[in-house]
Nanobody, 115 residues
Framework: QVQLVESGGGLVQPGGSLRLSCAASGVSFSIGLMGWYRQAPGKQRELVATIAIGGSTNYGESVKDRSTISRDNAKNTVYLQMNSLEPEDTAVYYC?????????WGRGTQVTVSS
């Protein structure tokens, strides 16, 4: 059973930075695609960023100039560095993994951007 465990969320001041981590356990292979989505209250879940096992990346429009996604394939761990955070970035951030037809989600970590 694949499990995704996120860490690194919390309260950040506007203009600040954060780094989220997500580690996959219960898997003996390198996961094909890993990434992050987020969901703010009253809004749909949206793409933040994904990264494939070969390193190709895809970013959501609202974060692409302020974020960097990376991964450690050997550890099945994905990281998200976000800078210049804005109150609009406040959301629950979910780790996502996809391998062939199987999709997995973490429980989410709250990120609040507020002074």
């Amino acid at each position: 059973q694949v499990q995704l465990v996120e860490s690194g969320g919390g309260l950040v001041q506007p203009g600040g930075s954060l780094r989220l981590s997500c580690a996959a356990s219960g898997v003996s292979f390198s996961i094909g695609l890993m990434g992050w989505y987020r969901q703010a209250p009253g809004k749909q879940r949206e793409l933040v960023a994904t990264i494939a096992i070969g390193g190709s990346t895809n970013y959501g429009e609202s974060v692409k100039d302020r974020s960097t996604i990376s991964r450690d394939n050997a550890k099945n761990t994905v990281y998200l560095q976000m800078n210049s955070l804005e109150p609009e970035d406040t959301a629950v951030y979910y780790c996502h993994a996809k391998h062939f037809v199987s999709t997995y989600w973490g429980r989410g970590t709250q990120v609040t951007v507020s002074s």
